[in-house]
Nanobody, 127 residues
Framework: QVQLVESGGGLVQAGDSLRLSCAASVRTFREYALGWLRQVPGKEREVVAAISRSGVSTYYADSVRGRFTISRDNAKNMVYLQMNSLTPEDTAVYYC????????????????????WGQGTQVTVSS
């Protein structure tokens, strides 16, 4: 079992930055590929960023590429999402997700590919 706990959400203004953190309680953290997903009421959950087991490979949705950065610290069992130049369209509940991966470089692009989820953290961007 993997338990994920997000933190760092909040209310910010357009143009501000925010860093989300996710702490994982699992001994084999480096065996898991990770992702940050978000969901707006009435819309499907989407993967906005993903990172491979090794941390070498990353993926970003078109809507956040160039503004968001995903990173991981395998020594601390942490994954982060640095969000810059936030806009009201980034308002959503953000979830950290994980799945066991046998490939060090593989990424996972859809919510259904993840096995474990955090409880989510609300990010609200005012205009």
């Amino acid at each position: 079992q993997v338990q994920l706990v997000e933190s760092g959400g909040g209310l910010v203004q357009a143009g501000d930055s925010l860093r989300l953190s996710c702490a994982a309680s699992v001994r084999t953290f480096r065996e898991y590929a990770l992702g940050w997903l978000r969901q707006v009421p009435g819309k499907e959950r989407e993967v906005v960023a993903a990172i491979s087991r090794s941390g070498v490979s990353t993926y970003y949705a078109d809507s956040v590429r160039g503004r968001f950065t995903i990173s991981r610290d395998n020594a601390k069992n942490m994954v982060y999402l640095q969000m810059n130049s936030l806009t009201p369209e980034d308002t959503a509940v953000y979830y950290c997700a994980a799945r066991n991966s046998y490939s060090s470089g593989r990424l996972y692009y859809t919510p259904s590919e993840y096995n474990y989820w955090g409880q989510g953290t609300q990010v609200t961007v005012s205009s």
